[in-house]
């Protein structure tokens, strides 16, 4: 009878645990089927984390979401101010005053990560980078991320700007579904800026088997972060991997989880939006001594080196690309109209979407369920999407 309890304790401790397969791991990870929205592994998906540079998909829908408002055009002009160029790399350096394509610096903040065009983005199209971040966090509120508060739109760290794995799987869904129309742009392999070649971060692109996005991100608090995404036989599957020691092991940690999901059945137990909070919600980790404790300022950058040249071989995720397709991106060519926000900066409207006050550290009740909202609800639940205004 004893030995009969036992084991039912040993049972009932392994039903409750949030990873569905695989062995445990020491940071967050999600994966998930984007068309369903079914959950195949999570670990740690609601716990707080620094997201990074993976705060650049945040930036790249609200920024999609003005276009489809009518505030900006892909070809409208991205000024860079004197702030903005300010910012530390990972950047591409233009000079305060500068002025390029809308679409231009959105490659340039997705593929490069270039931590200037990202705040020149948030500058232009929000008036401010305050303003552009209560457009964020408006985001953030909509789509029932509730665990997550922006202060910039290029990641670099605050104490105040905070994800979890599981909202950024909903940020995911959202993008990939109400504008389809970008999704190439996730899965450049590299930039041509004159003669310059700007690989993508993203080591899965043109590496891993039908690996077609999204993001990757870097700061010492938060580690080496990751989404990969890719399509085979018209099954996309997302892997969210945050708090890598390196930018090779976030990437062969993605690849592991993409694939144990494409050889598992495509149904899962659960969705993210009816996944529960569980866990510490509210404590981030803070991994700045354990990444950069002994690293100069120019290696504590997701452009600095993260393996020995004796261990690039290793791993196919440090091979570089024979020949990389390239897309040209550069100043210049900005005959579109110019960002609302940025000609009269006062302008509070913004598509549809109420901006909201911050009241910092509220924690979830016990039990209750972030209800993801809108589309990415409702992709999350496996419902047809409702199509982004043109």
Excluded at 167 to 194: C, H, K, M
Excluded at 335 to 344: E, I, L, N, R, S
């Amino acid at each position: 009878m004893r030995q009969r309890h036992f084991l039912n304790l040993l049972l009932a401790g392994a039903l409750a645990l949030p990873t569905l397969s695989g062995a445990a791991r020491a940071n967050p990870v999600v994966l998930f089927d984007l068309k369903s929205g079914k959950v195949l592994e999570h670990q740690d998906a609601f716990k707080r984390w620094y997201p990074a540079s993976l705060s650049k998909l945040m930036t790249a829908y609200v920024t999609f979401r003005a276009i489809a408002a009518g505030e900006v055009a892909l070809d409208s002009p991205i000024k860079v101010t004197k702030h903005s160029a300010g910012e530390p790399p990972s950047k591409m350096g233009f000079k305060p005053g500068s002025v390029m394509r809308l679409d231009n610096a959105l490659k340039m903040m997705l593929v490069k990560s270039a931590n200037d065009i990202a705040m020149a983005v948030g500058e232009n199209i929000g008036g401010s980078q305050e303003a552009f971040a209560e457009r964020m966090n408006a985001e953030a509120a909509r789509l029932g991320m509730t665990g997550t508060h922006f202060v910039n739109p290029n990641g670099l760290y605050s104490p105040d700007q905070y994800t979890t794995a599981r909202d950024l799987a909903v940020l995911v869904t959202a993008i990939r579904n109400d504008f389809p129309q970008y999704a190439p742009w996730f899965s450049i392999e590299g930039l041509a800026v004159g003669k310059k070649a700007l690989p993508n971060y993203n080591l899965l692109i043109g590496r891993y088997p039908g690996a077609d996005g999204m993001k990757t991100g870097f700061v010492c608090s938060s580690g080496f972060n990751m989404i990969g995404s890719a399509t085979r036989n018209g099954r996309t599957l997302v892997a969210v991997v945050l708090g890598e020691k390196s930018a090779i092991s976030r990437a062969e940690t993605a690849a592991k989880l993409l694939d144990r999901g494409f050889d598992a059945p495509a149904a899962g137990s659960t969705t993210l939006a009816a996944l529960k909070p569980y866990g510490d919600t509210l404590s981030p980790n803070d991994l700045h001594d354990e990444i950069c404790k002994k690293k100069t300022k120019q290696e504590q950058s997701e452009a600095a080196p993260t393996v020995a040249a004796k261990d690039k071989a290793k791993s196919p995720y440090q091979v570089k690309l024979d020949h990389p397709t390239l897309v040209a991106v550069g100043l210049g060519d900005a005959t579109g109209p110019a960002p609302k926000a940025f000609v009269d900066p006062g302008s509070q409207e913004y598509a549809d979407v109420p901006l909201p006050t911050w009241r910092p550290d509220i924690p979830v009740p016990a039990g209750a369920e972030p209800a993801a909202t809108g589309t990415a609800a409702a992709a999350a639940q496996g419902d047809q999407p409702a199509k982004a205004a043109n």
